[in-house]
């Protein structure tokens, strides 16, 4: 599929005013490739959003007019009609140009094709290991990891593969666990260790999850405000659309819409290539770590951890798994679906970092959140930077807003032995259904209130979420290592080793971060 000399890029060009760049137009069509996907016949929403991006970038790369590619790909199982923006529907050899066949187009098809059997084969799995991960990178992922590059430029670019590895770890630990033992992680709580602990656990859960939660509403307001939308308006819709998807009833179709907006992260990589960053700089940065032993820079270090790897992350990576009725013969897919969502979720905070890193640290420019960073670049980087980073603010702050109120309900249902689940109607799972309103309720009126002290709420569920983390890990490692209940599929001494080290490492990073909070950093 290759669209004609003048295709879709071209003509949305023109529509819109010609001179936006493609780094705009692209994602753009990428974004709306993907919400179509929901609609279409095909499995997995990523698999067609790749059928525009695989060809693109490879082509792109060898030297092919880009306008002839990106308009021409199939998405999900319509592969005739290929583009709305040809004017003829289906698209066949004869527009394209002999030339560009010949001398230009050949390889790079042919090497599409070959990455595109090969991702389609991989990403027909992915589901709840992209999704979570995807979710773990809310509007304080964003702020964090903007504020990271501002701060320190691509210093801290290191440990964005360390995290990614220690993501892989819990996510995977939490994924096989609910494929083997058909539960989610609140009920193998309550089965190990008993009601008052399970209780606990559930009470700091629904604290902080309800903060994080308020978060992203604010992240929604901030972000829409960057576009001329007052908070008035935009969070009262984002709550009805959050409540609304909530009370769908089935998973499925939640997932897939879940997904489809995860395709919004593509605009950070846009905007941190429309930015020119010093692609020497930032690999040597990646792989040769800078030492910098400064309150300042731990304590953003430790933040950038605590934003990885959230409490609520392994409840919905292991509950999404059991929702999906996955088990033992179903791990192979699963672990591909958790490395590739760990993987694309750290990809995007690179390249968020790479973006702020290029622009606002050689400006001296500060930021406390994703909505000034995207404010910041505007002057720096031009307009389109700042429309790039609020749509990714926006999307992002959307998503985690959706999945939020359900992972908590969840857990907490399952804790307890209530009735849950999307599927399941106000007089089946009276509590389930309850929660999920009244936590997106009273998220979106807390926004809403004049003078709230957004500040002071994030920091209350920073703490517990800091508390609450070491113990779930513990739990976590120790139940994966119980044969009984693990039979086969039990931690062995390796991993069980790595593990529990990234315990100790968390328990150290916590004790660290109330340290610097308390001396004020």
């Not at 605009?267 to 040769?288: C, I, L, N, Q, R």
């Not at 059991?322 to 672990?335: F, H, I, S, T």
């Not at 039990?490 to 991993?495: C, I, T």
Request: glycine share 10%.
């Amino acid at each position: 599929g290759v669209a004609s000399e003048g295709g879709a890029v071209d003509l949305i060009g023109s529509w819109i005013g010609g001179n936006v760049p493609t780094a705009i137009i692209v994602p753009m069509f990428v974004l709306l490739s993907g919400f179509m996907s929901v609609f279409s016949a095909g499995s997995s929403v990523v698999v067609p959003t790749l059928f525009v991006l695989v060809p693109s970038v490879l082509t792109t790369a060898v030297g092919v007019n880009y306008h002839a590619l990106y308009a021409g790909i199939a998405i999900g199982a319509n592969a005739s009609a290929v583009s709305p923006f040809s004017g003829g529907g289906s698209l066949t050899l004869a527009n394209i140009k002999q030339d560009d066949i010949r001398e230009k187009m050949f390889l790079p098809l042919i090497l599409s094709a070959a990455a595109l059997v090969l991702v389609a084969a991989v990403l027909g799995a992915l589901g709840p290991g992209l999704l979570t991960a995807l979710a773990g990178m809310d509007a304080g992922g964003v702020a964090t990891f903007s504020n990271a590059g501002a701060v320190f430029g691509y210093e801290q670019l290191w440990s964005i593969p360390v995290m990614c590895f220690l993501l892989i770890v819990v996510q995977e630990t939490a994924a096989r666990m609910g494929c083997v033992t058909g539960k989610g992680f609140a009920a193998l709580i309550r089965e190990q260790y008993g009601v008052r602990l399970s209780a606990f656990a559930m009470l700091a859960l629904i604290v902080s999850n309800t903060a994080v939660t308020l978060s992203e509403f604010a992240g929604i307001a901030s972000g829409m405000q960057l576009f001329g939308v007052p908070t008035i308006i935009s969070v009262p819709i984002a709550a009805i659309a959050v409540w609304l998807l909530g009370m769908s009833g089935s998973y499925k179709r939640i997932e897939k819409i879940l997904l489809a907006i995860g395709c919004v992260f593509v605009t950070y990589v846009a905007a941190s290539f429309m930015v020119g960053p010093d692609w020497g700089e930032v690999v040597k940065s990646t792989f040769m770590p800078q030492v910098n032993v400064t309150p300042a820079y731990v304590s953003l270090l430790v933040a950038n951890i605590g934003t990885t790897i959230s409490p609520y992350m392994i409840f919905m990576g292991q509950g999404n798994v059991v929702e999906k009725n996955c088990d033992a013969n179903d791990l192979p897919y699963q672990r591909i679906d958790t490395v590739s969502g760990a993987v694309v979720a750290q990809l995007i905070a690179f390249f968020i970092v790479v973006c702020t890193g290029s622009v606002l640290h050689p400006a001296g420019i500060a930021v406390n959140s994703a909505e000034d960073a995207a404010r910041a670049l505007a002057p720096l980087a031009g307009p389109y930077a700042e429309v790039l980073f609020g749509v990714g603010l926006v999307g992002a702050s959307f998503l985690a807003a959706c999945v939020l109120p359900g992972i908590t309900s969840s857990a907490v249902c399952e804790a307890f032995g209530w009735e849950r689940g999307q599927d399941k109607s106000w007089s089946e799972a009276p509590a389930y259904r309850g929660m999920v309103t009244a936590i997106t309720l009273l998220s979106a009126v807390v926004v809403l209130l004049p003078g709230v002290d957004l500040f002071g709420i994030m920091m209350v569920a920073q703490v517990i979420n800091g508390v609450l983390l070491p113990v779930l890990l513990v739990f976590m490692v120790r139940i994966a290592d119980d044969r009984h209940v693990m039979g086969a599929y039990a931690n062995g001494r390796a991993w069980t080793a790595l593990t529990w080290l990234i315990v100790v490492v968390v328990a150290i990073l916590t004790v660290v971060m109330f340290v610097l909070q308390a001396l004020g950093y």
